[in-house]
């Protein structure tokens, strides 16, 4: 596996595999790797020749500096993994390589209003950082694909508005949200957790299942989404969360459930101790 920091040994290697006739599958992480992770580069040597995963923590969608600082960061372990699953190159630049100006001087690629509820309404900056990091890496590399977990679903949405909105030539492919034996998603902040705050938080799953299991079970009425979802939110925040959202949308717009939704996400973001925990359950009405 070759580690490339620089855009001139990127653009280097991406011409030679171009001319070549090699595809190439693109994984972007923030490092602090575990088997959710694994699962997007498997899924990406399904889809291309050569597997090029990124390592590169952004400071741009984080909304606390102290976040930022304290997030997991292990190169040489994250090296290792990706080595140990078939990925050919590993792109770690440093913060100047990838981040040029900031605040209002920066140029960004902002989402529409979808950025700014559920994740968007607590880090209203959030996902300008994350779609302009995206950009970036699909303009650095030109791949054919780029996987993407759907444990963070919102921005799995809002970055396939990006590619269709912006003509990118990449097709963005989800790949389900990866949970350990007891149902907890994996998650690098996981690593914030003691042992008995990982027990504590597979409540957050368990109740997304359970409002989820519900409606499918009684059908869809709209009018009950906004009661449940409350009872959840009651239930979770008696149990030392601190829940931000806990919602139904619509799978496919974003937009609150309806009764003619074919697709239903209960999506939730809450805090447990020192963790920022997002999880959701897609399901059919
Ligand atoms: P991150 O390093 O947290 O920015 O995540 C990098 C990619 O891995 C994103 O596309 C995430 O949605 C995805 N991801 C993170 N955790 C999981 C998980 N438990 N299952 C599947 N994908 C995940």
């Known amino acids: 596996m070759q580690v490339l920091r620089t855009l001139e040994e990127v653009g280097r290697h991406i011409k030679l595999l171009r001319s070549a006739h090699r595809s190439i599958a693109l994984v972007p992480t923030m490092g602090g790797l575990h088997p959710g992770h694994i699962a997007l580069v498997r899924r990406a040597v399904q889809y291309a020749d050569t597997v090029i995963a990124s390592v590169f923590i952004n400071p741009m969608q984080f909304d606390c500096d102290e976040d930022f600082r304290l997030y997991p ?50 880090r209203p900056s959030h996902f300008r950082g994350v779609l302009t990091m995206v950009a970036k890496l699909l303009n650095i590399f030109s791949p054919d694909v780029a996987v993407f977990g759907e444990k963070d679903y919102q921005q799995l949405f809002l970055i396939r508005k990006m590619v269709e909105s ?36 597979l409540i957050l799953y368990a109740r997304l299942s359970q409002l989820a299991c519900h409606i499918s079970t009684e059908g869809p009425d709209i009018s009950q989404y906004a009661a449940l979802s409350e009872e959840a939110t009651n239930y979770l925040n008696e149990r030392d969360f601190e829940v931000e959202y806990l919602e139904v949308r ?7 459930g309806h009764e003619r939704s074919r697709r239903l996400i209960a999506m939730a973001a809450a805090h447990l101790g020192k963790a920022r925990l997002i999880d959701n359950v897609l399901f059919h009405p």
Not at 168 to 176: D, E, T
Not at 184 to 196: I, K, Q, T
């Open 73 to 122: 960061r292990n190169e040489q372990q994250d090296f290792a993994c990706l080595r140990a699953n078939s990925v050919e190159y590993v792109f770690a630049p440093a913060e100047h390589t990838m981040v040029m100006t900031t605040g209002d001087d920066g140029i960004y690629v902002t989402p529409g209003s979808l950025g700014l509820e559920l994740c968007g309404h607590y």
């Open 166 to 201: 912006l003509n990118f030539a990449c097709h963005i492919a989800a790949v389900p949200t990866v949970r350990d034996g007891d149902g907890l998603a994996y998650s690098s902040r996981n690593s914030y957790l003691s042992h008995a705050q990982k027990q504590q938080a």
């Open 250 to 256: 619509d799978a496919d717009t974003l937009l609150p």
